[in-house]
């Protein structure tokens, strides 16, 4: 497969301090396919201004009509015009700029795996790494993963995850737990069964 096509989803509500620097972040990956989902949620700070400022037609922003609950925002990813793949970023996260051509690299080498990630950083407010992640193994099952997790040696964040759009809305997206507390665990073990990380 060359050139694999990513649509990055930011769910976000009083995002301000931080969206601008998350968006900066995707359109400064070395890897020019995708395109940017922002959805709104009701935010009454400087959020949608911000997002507007870019005026890149990569960018969409999908406003709700009244302030909804994380579930229910994030709910609204599997009614989104999506690109082949998806993945998720907070809006106070950041991609390095490799990280959609790594994701690329991994989906041409092994296509058939259901899930594809980088390691990632924990960071400040100020974007500065504090500490890496403990690494997944280069390829394991969904379920070998979530044990992992459980046991301590590997760690689990909603963003970094690359998935085909197909793939999460035939599970049904992220399941609606409340504040979706575990909810990217119980996905990534219905997407599975094989996940990739790039070294």
């Known amino acids: 497969m060359s050139n694999p096509e990513f649509t990055i989803v930011i769910p976000v509500r009083n995002g301000a301090n931080y969206i601008g620097a998350a968006i900066?972040?995707?359109l400064s990956q070395s890897y020019p396919h995708f395109n940017i989902l922002v959805l709104e949620n009701g935010s009454t700070d400087k959020t949608v201004e911000i997002v507007s400022e870019f005026a890149d037609d990569?960018?969409?922003i999908?406003?709700?009509?009244?302030?909804?609950?994380i579930e229910e925002n994030w709910g609204r990813i599997l009614h989104s015009d999506l690109a082949e793949y998806?993945?998720?970023?907070?809006?106070d996260d950041l991609l390095y700029p490799g990280f959609l051509a790594e994701m690329a690299a991994l989906i041409t080498s092994e296509?058939?795996?259901s899930l594809?990630?980088?390691r990632f950083e924990y960071?400040?407010?100020?974007g500065n790494p504090l500490r890496h992640a403990a690494a997944m193994a280069y390829k394991e099952t969904a379920s070998q993963f979530l044990a992992a997790v459980m046991e301590g040696r590997e760690e689990c964040c909603g963003t970094g995850y690359v998935m085909r759009a197909a793939d999460y809305r035939q599970v049904g997206g992220i399941p609606a737990y409340p504040g979706l507390l575990?909810?990217?665990g119980r996905a990534v073990v219905q997407i599975g069964p094989h996940m990739l990380q790039s070294m």
């Open 62 to 69: 999908v406003p709700s009509a009244s302030p909804l609950n």
């Open 24 to 26: 900066s972040s995707i």
């Open 111 to 113: 296509p058939k795996a």
């Open 86 to 91: 998806l993945t998720f970023l907070g809006h």
């Open 58 to 60: 990569r960018i969409s």
């Open 116 to 118: 594809y990630q980088v």
């Open 182 to 184: 575990y909810a990217d």
């Open 123 to 126: 960071i400040d407010p100020l």
